[in-house]
């Protein structure tokens, strides 16, 4: 158990669609990241957020937004919906004590798009 | 730029046998830190080991164990006397260790695949 928890676990949406993914991270991690992981590839980084700001982004367009909450939740939302955004969307915390600090994951939400 | 290259797509044993899964990444840093993680089939993924870049000394956990050699700047993860529950996508990956940005770079993944 890493303390990190993911709702919902599965979500089916329509393209053109909004959806809205939350994480809650563990007590005192005040970094938390963002992946996707398609079918049979490895996470792809989309953004971490540290204090609640943005501080980082990997290639994904503007509609993928993310908010982060004092209480150690976060939220991903993607607008606009397309086929290829269905994948397994994971939520990372670390504690950001130190540098390279391991992130410890929640158990995803699989997104389905159709 | 930063990169991390799995290899093996897939790896097939028979329980009880050893396995080693490879790992080699591609940075100019010379502060840098090394993951291990594992996916089971219920998709989280399960922390294994970190190692930093100034650490070079093998370490080893259980049946478990891992070889970092920066002169070919691979990450090898060794089961010995694998088990059924072995069984799931392993996962290499490496962050920058930038104070304020901790970006991880997975590689493509291993599924290991262990026989009764």
């Known amino acids: 158990e890493t303390g990190v928890t993911q709702s919902p676990t599965h979500l089916i949406k329509t393209r053109g669609q909004q959806v809205t993914l939350r994480c809650s991270s563990q007590?005192?991690?005040?970094?938390v990241s963002w992946y996707q992981q398609a079918l049979g590839q490895g996470p792809q980084f989309i953004f971490q957020?540290?204090?609640?700001?943005?501080?980082g982004r990997g290639n994904f367009p503007p509609r993928f937004s993310g908010l982060q909450f004092p209480n150690y939740s976060s939220e991903l939302n993607v607008n606009a919906l397309e086929l290829d955004d269905s994948a397994l969307y994971l939520c990372?915390?670390?504690?950001?004590?130190?540098?390279?600090?391991?992130?410890?994951f929640g158990p995803g939400t699989r997104l389905t798009v159709l | 730029a930063q990169k991390v290259t799995q290899a093996q797509t897939e790896i097939s044993v028979v329980e009880k046998e050893d396995v080693t899964l490879d790992c080699v990444y591609e940075?100019?840093?010379?502060?840098?830190?090394l993951f291990w993680y594992k996916q089971p089939p219920s998709g989280e993924l399960v922390f294994l080991i970190r190692?930093?870049?100034?650490?070079?000394q093998n370490e080893i956990s259980g049946r478990y164990s891992w070889n970092f050699q920066k002169s070919t700047s691979s990450f090898n993860f060794t089961i010995t006397a694998s088990q059924v529950v072995d069984s799931a996508v392993y996962f290499c990956?490496?962050?920058?260790?930038?104070?304020?940005?901790?970006?991880?770079?997975f590689g493509s993944g291993t599924k290991l695949n262990v026989k009764p």
């Open positions: 957020y540290y204090r609640e700001e943005e501080n």
């Open positions: 990372a915390s670390s504690a950001w004590t130190t540098r390279g600090d391991t992130q410890y």
């Open positions: 940075t100019r840093d010379t502060t840098y830190y």
């Open positions: 190692r930093n870049s100034f650490d070079e």
């Open positions: 990956a490496l962050s920058r260790g930038a104070y304020n940005f901790n970006k991880f770079y």
């Open positions: 007590s005192g991690h005040n970094t």
